[in-house]
């Protein structure tokens, strides 16, 4: 049976690692030759993707290992600027080994919302009256959508103020982010609201505030593979001051989203609009922690995540950008529900890392090897020079650009160091 627990893959020179995920993911010749080339992009295509295209900006696609999500192993590429995010998520993954995460969603329901002016008194009843009108019209948008099980399925409008209505459209997305489907089906269905309603609508556009696209998920991390009860306590603690501090809320989520962002950005996803709705969500009864963690009845840590996670498997980037269909590939996923169930377990994963870190060795140690080969390519150290140096700063525990370019001179003169 496949597995994606490959020890030593951190060691291993890249076109071994790309071999070993070729092997995983039963990637072609091409797509593995793609990954090396480290040239994912063509011209042609970035200059359809948006307008006025002078270059590429890249980012590195790592792979973290040994998750298991839902009983199924998976490896997980993730695009991340961000040094120790990969190998935090992975060793999260290998101590959450064999159980690994469960995760369940809910359905891929969006919410397209439409601002009313100057309704007229009974708008509410009467928009509700004739609901099975208001969703054949938008249904009749999108008749691919609805052949493959999705579509309008619901109409709810509420006053926000004495001439101001929100009427939201309830849409099943089925596999697709979903901005386009709701926002067609908005601008179609709000000349109908307007006669319905007698007022005037104004905005006519998608809620990235997720709320009826949610996924949650959960592991249980045994007390002794991650140091102990005292350990437990730690992180539980960790999470209270989370839960209790909008400033540590904010950070914690930011580590949180260091891991879903980076499979979000490897798939092609769009990463603003899951930033805006992880925050918001966050922030709907007072802000705070996405995740909860507490002591198991054995002394064991449970962690949990929910999280809205409009995520796609088709259209927008996902289906253009070579690197986001050979990511969608690595992962296996055949549905957007499956995709959001790995991403939320790498953003649980990734929270565990951290907190385990922040709350016994701290997070600079784990930091400070890859930040010190960043100040040495800065300061200009080549190949070997590279490792030699950054070991070199973090023995001395002096890590600074002025040091390493003394350390490089000194390999080029020779000298011992
Ligand atoms: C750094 O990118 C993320 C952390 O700050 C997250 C946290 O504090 O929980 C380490």
């Not at 590279?386 to 000194?410: F, P, T």
């Amino acid at each position: 049976m496949k597995s994606s627990r490959i020890p030593g893959f951190y060691k291993m020179p890249i076109e071994e690692r790309v071999n070993a995920v070729k092997e995983f993911a039963g990637l072609s010749d091409e797509e593995a030759a793609l990954l090396t080339s480290f040239d994912g992009l063509t011209q042609d295509i970035a200059d359809i993707m948006i307008e006025n295209v002078v270059g590429c900006m890249q980012l590195p696609l790592g792979i973290a290992t040994n998750f298991i999500v839902n009983g199924r192993e998976v490896l997980v590429p993730m695009a991340i600027e961000e040094t120790s995010v990969v190998a935090a998520a992975s060793n999260a993954a290998k101590m959450a080994r064999p159980e690994g995460f469960s995760a369940t969603v809910s359905e891929p329901v969006m919410i397209g919302q439409i601002q009313i002016l100057h309704p007229e008194r009974d708008a509410e009843e009467k928009l509700l009256e004739r609901k099975d009108e208001i969703l054949s019209l938008a249904n009749a948008q999108d008749k691919v959508l609805v052949k493959f099980g999705g579509g309008a399925r619901d109409i709810e409008a509420r006053m926000l103020s004495n001439d101001m209505m929100v009427v939201h459209l309830l849409v099943d997305v089925r596999d697709a982010m979903g901005a386009n489907a709701v926002n067609t089906m908005a601008e179609a269905i709000a000349p109908l609201l307007e006669k319905i309603t007698g007022g005037k609508a104004l905005l006519r556009i998608l809620s990235n505030l997720a709320v009826h696209r949610t996924v949650e998920a959960e592991v249980t991390y045994k007390k002794d593979v991650i140091g102990g009860e005292e350990t437990v306590e730690k992180i539980v603690r960790a999470h209270e001051f989370a839960a209790l501090d909008p400033f540590r809320a904010a950070t914690h989520n930011k580590g949180i989203m260091n891991g879903i962002d980076a499979v979000v950005i490897a798939t092609g996803n769009d990463w603003r609009a899951i930033e805006a709705g992880a925050h918001a969500y966050a922030a709907m009864n007072g802000y705070g922690p996405l995740t909860v963690w507490e002591k198991d009845g054995q002394g064991n840590l449970h962690g949990k995540i929910k999280i809205p996670l409009a995520v796609g498997i088709i259209g927008g980037a996902t289906k253009v950008h070579p690197m986001a269909k050979l990511s969608l590939k690595i992962l296996g996923v055949s549905t957007a529900s499956e995709l959001a169930e790995i991403i939320a377990s790498v953003g649980l994963a990734q929270n565990f890392a951290a907190l385990r870190a922040l709350a016994t060795r701290g997070i600079q140690a784990g930091h400070m090897k890859l930040h010190a080969q960043n100040i040495a390519f800065m300061a200009g150290a080549k190949g070997d020079e590279l490792d030699i140096v950054a070991r070199k700063m973090v023995e001395e525990g002096n890590i600074k650009m002025d040091r390493a370019k003394e350390l490089i001179d000194d390999i080029r003169k020779n000298k011992k160091i």
